[in-house]
């Protein structure tokens, strides 16, 4: 490339453009398309505008979208997020004394789905009775975690 102050010189060196925009219709004999009904035949809906999103065929019919119930009752508000698995603490009777118990030995002993547990993880509620001293590595309740410590064992923090 010569090295030169004028201007024409560096706009030869810009690369071509490759793609070209669409015709703009409707905008005049000026557009390259013709005048009149520019390329979009003679009346009708299409010839107008677009079809709207909810579009099924006939003005007349409403769309499956719009015929669908609405959410009534309680559960309208609520969140579809997922919730954790919970665990009854008499469930963890069955490990060792001074275990330590996080997610994949549940897994191992058959207590929860695999899939289920990484998807929504897994949290201990203190419903039943610890006979065991265990070291806990899941996400506990205030009383779990108490009737954990009362057993002899620990929370350990989880990951």
Known sequence: MVKNNSKSTVLSCLPKSVSFSGKRVGRGYGSGKGGHTVGRGAKGLKARSKRHLLFEGRKTQKSLLRRTPLLRGK?????????????????????????????NKLIK????????????????LANGELKRALKVALPV????????????????ESQ
Not at 109 to 124: N, P, Q, S, T, Y
Not at 141 to 156: Q, R
């Open 75 to 103: 559960g309208k508000l609520k969140s579809y997020q997922d919730k954790p698995i919970i665990l009854s603490l008499d469930k963890l009777n069955i490990f060792k004394n001074q275990l330590t118990v996080d997610q």
């Open 141 to 156: 309740s205030a009383g779990a975690k108490k009737a954990i410590e009362e057993a002899g064992g620990e929370v350990v």
């Open 109 to 124: 002993e058959g207590l929860i789905d695999a899939k289920e547990a990484k998807r929504m993880g897994v949290k201990v």
